[in-house]
């Protein structure tokens, strides 16, 4: 009896090698296509924040040593992306995807030149033509996952001499 059960037994040790290679393939794909996916939302959630945390320093008025309004709330958005922004933008230069725009609350027109940063404006800082390439393409032709990020709102009066200089 002990002879057929060593013939079966070094037979079955084979097929579960095979069995195995066939299941944790399929398994790994899943894992990194979860991975990539939760990855992938992070990075626009983390560029989300950002604009929105632009935004926020954008309707105090307030604005870094040496630099103008529109500089420092590009600054700001930039230091919050966690340095993914350079990596999403086509040019690498994170800087050029961002855009910074005034409008007037009972129009809604654009307002530019100076002053459009006045109180009471709405002031939208968003970031554009953000990409991000799959990690593991299970296909090989996947384009990129392409999205924008956008925040505004009411700009808040200065108490001092008026709106910075942009």
């Not at 002990?2 to 070094?10: E, F, L, M, V």
């Not at 958005?77 to 230069?93: A, E, K, N, R």
């Not at 390439?133 to 200065?158: C, G, K, Y």
């Amino acid at each position: 009896m002990r002879g057929p059960k060593r013939a079966n037994s070094s037979r079955r040790k084979g097929s579960l090698l095979v069995e195995g290679t066939l299941a944790i393939l399929p398994l790994m794909a899943l894992l990194f296509a979860v991975l990539d996916l939760s990855i992938a939302v992070f990075v626009k959630n983390t560029a989300q924040f950002a604009v929105c945390q632009g935004v926020r320093y954008a309707i105090t008025s307030r604005t870094l040593a040496g630099k103008g309004h529109d500089a420092s709330i590009k600054a700001v958005v930039q230091g919050y992306t966690l340095g993914f922004l350079d990596y999403l933008s086509p040019d690498h230069i994170g800087n050029n995807r961002i855009a910074i725009a005034y409008y007037d609350p009972v129009t809604l027109l654009a307002v530019t030149g100076v002053g459009s940063n006045a109180g009471g404006n709405i002031v939208v800082v968003s970031a554009s033509g953000l990409s991000w390439a799959w990690m593991v393409p299970l296909l090989r032709n996947v384009a990129p996952l392409e999205f924008s990020v956008a925040s505004a709102d009411i700009m808040e009066a200065t108490p001092i001499a008026g709106a910075p200089a942009r």
